[in-house]
Structures are given as structure tokens and as C-alpha cells.
């Protein structure tokens, strides 16, 4: 079957084409480079993995539950059309809001490994683009993953929200070579961490669990190599240039957070777009998921040397300024531990039925 098949709304054209600008950069230097940026490429080939084998497709999904959503957290909850749905109703709301939400996922670990790719080809120094080269093959395994989970589990998929394909659109085509990194690992992939981190720690689905967790330990290392190669460079641009930068992380903050909305899939239910984008500004649920999804976002931008009175009063504006506070390194390590974690308890719960299975074999066999 045909994706498109598969699709809630038209997506438009098969293929989107973004002009490539900027120069392709070779270098020479092939001596040991950074320490810190070779030891996380050490970790990305470290810590490679197949999302065939270490995830557990044989988990039952009910795609009108896959997340175990409460009522409260629907964007529709309380208004004068809840009333009026059926239980069938509501599990269907809930298959096409989990739908769209990992579907903006698939669709930004495309957009990432595109940007990761840009990075290997733009990027002046060797030991980032060997670094960069490990993370195009995590994008892909995390695009690979989350296509699979929406068309085998959920059975559906939405098309990509237009303010995420703006801020990836206007990623792709700035020609300095910087821009990649800020627009992909820092804003994107940082709202990205904090979306998934919300779904992984309150969902008591093992599916989509072990998803997340195993899609964020790769994710920690990717928003530590932004940090380490923009912190780098930053230090070396003038005022101007570091406004410049400023200014387009303004208009991405405001872009990542007006795309939560989900209002598409109110749309889908006949709610008109006005009415429906009312009920998600209203919704206390959205407002707090909202302001935690820049946990990881205002930190990082303030760690790089970003941080402009400009800058600041946007993020007081947005309600998020005390979050550049956060302990990144405490956030990383944690998403470390959560995978591993995951990957102990499930092994020796394997290891467990392994032994007991060959214990009523012995006996079957003694028996006899």
C-alpha cells in the first residue's frame, strides 16, 4: 500500500524540492581535531543500533489508544462538541492526534537527517563532519522507526504542519553553513527532545516507550554536538552577526510553538479552523506542554552565546525565559540512563522467560 494511501489530508506533491545554496567544503586537515567532538563520535559509532531488532514490533498497539491519552489533555475536552461524540468517536480523536503528532516527528527526523547531511557537506572542520556522518545514519533509523509505528500501528499519517516546513525550508536555504546546526539542533531537535520526553514519561504504552527512549539517547548526542560546535564559533562572530543569528531564532521559537496546535486535526472533525485554533489556545493542557517544550530550546541557545536583551524579552514574552536556568547535562544524562534502563529491565525479563522455558522442558522431558 502507497503512504499516501495511508494520509488523513492531502499532502500535496510527492516530493518537496528546497534549493541547495552554499558551498560544499573540503578539507585538508586531517589531524585528530577536538577532543570532546571525537569522543562523541567515538559514542555515534559506539552506539549505533538496529531499530529492527532492538525495539519490539510484536507489541499490540490499540491505534484508538496508542498512547493512553487522558480525555483532559484533547484539545476538544469540555467544549460543546465533546458532548456530542460517541466513545468510537473519541478513540478516533485520539488515533488522529497521536497520528499527527508522529507524524511531525517522522517528518522532522527527515528534515533532520536532510540537515545532517548539509552539515557533512558545509561544514569547514573534519572532525564534525565525521561526527555528522553518524548522526545522518541516526536520522534515518528514527525516520525508518517512526514510519513504521504510524503505518503498521496506528494506520494513518498526517502531512507535514506548515510552520515546521517553514522553519526547515528556511534552514535548508541560508547558505552559511552555521545555520543548519541552529535551525535543526538546536530549535528543531530540542523541541523535538522535550515532545518526546513528555510522551515517554507519561505514557504507559511499552510500544511508543521504548520508541521514544531509544530514539533520545541518540538525540542527547546530537544536541551536545550543536552545543559544542556553535559555542565554538559564536565566540568568534561580531555583535552584528550574533543579532542576525538572534533573529532567527526568534522567528523559529515563534514558529515551533504556533505549530503545537494540532489544529489540522480538529479541522479533520468538521470544527471550523477559527473555533478550532480558539479551543487550542484555550486548552490548559496545550498551554503547559507549550511552555515545557522550550525546557531543552533556552538553555542550549543561552549556553551557545545567544542571549540578547532581544532575545531574552521573546522568551519572557513566550512565558519560557526561567527555563534558561535548565541543567542541560542533567536533562542528557537522564535520557542516557532512561534508554539503558529500559534495555536492562527488558532483557532480563527475557532472560527470565528463556530460563523458565527451559526448566518446563527439562521437566516436560523428565516426565516422560
Known amino acids: 500500500m502507497s503512504t499516501f494511501d495511508l494520509y488523513a489530508m492531502d499532502p500535496g506533491q510527492s516530493l518537496w524540492p528546497v534549493p541547495a545554496t552554499g558551498a560544499a567544503r573540503f578539507s585538508w586537515e586531517y589531524d585528530d581535531g577536538r577532543d570532546r567532538l571525537l569522543a562523541l563520535y567515538q559514542k555515534g559509532k559506539d552506539k549505533q ?29 469540555g467544549t460543546r462538541h465533546w458532548a456530542k461524540l460517541s466513545e468510537r468517536d473519541k478513540g478516533e480523536l485520539r488515533r488522529h492526534y497521536a497520528s499527527w503528532q508522529f507524524s511531525q516527528f517522522l517528518h522532522g527526523e527527515q528534515g533532520a537527517m536532510i540537515c545532517a547531511a548539509r552539515i557533512v557537506e558545509s561544514v569547514p572542520d573534519l572532525d564534525a563532519k565525521f561526527y555528522s556522518a553518524t548522526q545522518t545514519m541516526d536520522e534515518a533509523r528514527h525516520a525508518e522507526i517512526y514510519a513504521r509505528f504510524l503505518q503498521e500501528k496506528i494506520g494513518m499519517l498526517y502531512p507535514i504542519n506548515d510552520n515546521l516546513q517553514s522553519l526547515l525550508g528556511d534552514t535548508l536555504r541560508d547558505s552559511r553553513w552555521d545555520m ?16 518526546f520526553g513528555m510522551i515517554r514519561d507519561t505514557t504507559d504504552k511499552p510500544l511508543p516507550k521504548q520508541i521514544l527512549a531509544y530514539v533520545m539517547q541518540d538525540e542527547a548526542r546530537h544536541v551536545a554536538f550543536g552545543r559544542m560546535a556553535l559555542r565554538d564559533y559564536y565566540q568568534q562572530l ?17 514558529l515551533m510553538r504556533d505549530r503545537l496546535r494540532g489544529v489540522e486535526v480538529l479541522e479533520n472533525f468538521g470544527i471550523p479552523r477559527a473555533e478550532a485554533e480558539e479551543y487550542s489556545e484555550r486548552s490548559e493542557f496545550l498551554a503547559l506542554f507549550r511552555k515545557l517544550l522550550f525546557s531543552r530550546i533556552v538553555p542550549c541557545v ?67
Do not use: H
Not at 543548519?180 to 515532545?195: F, R, S
Open 238 to 254: 561580531t555583535d552584528a552577526e550574533l543579532r542576525e543569528r538572534e533573529e532567527f531564532v526568534i522567528e523559529g521559537c515563534y
Open 302 to 368: 543561552k549556553d551557545i552565546g545567544l542571549w540578547g536583551k532581544r532575545l531574552q524579552q521573546a522568551y519572557v514574552d513566550m512565558g519560557v525565559f526561567e527555563m534558561g536556568d535548565s541543567n542541560l547535562d542533567l536533562l542528557m544524562a537522564q535520557d542516557e540512563e532512561i534508554a539503558e534502563k529500559l534495555d536492562a529491565e527488558r532483557f532480563a525479563e527475557e532472560e527470565r522467560e528463556r530460563v523458565a522455558e527451559v526448566a518446563e522442558v527439562i521437566e516436560a522431558g523428565g516426565a516422560n
Open 49 to 77: 543500533w538496529d531499530g529492527q531488532k532492538r525495539i519490539d514490533w510484536d507489541l499490540e498497539v490499540d491505534p484508538y489508544n496508542p498512547l493512553g491519552t487522558p480525555d483532559e489533555a484533547l484539545s476538544l475536552y
Open 180 to 195: 543548519p546546526y541552529l535551525g535543526m539542533q538546536v530549535l528543531i531537535e530540542g523541541l523535538a527532545l522535550a515532545a
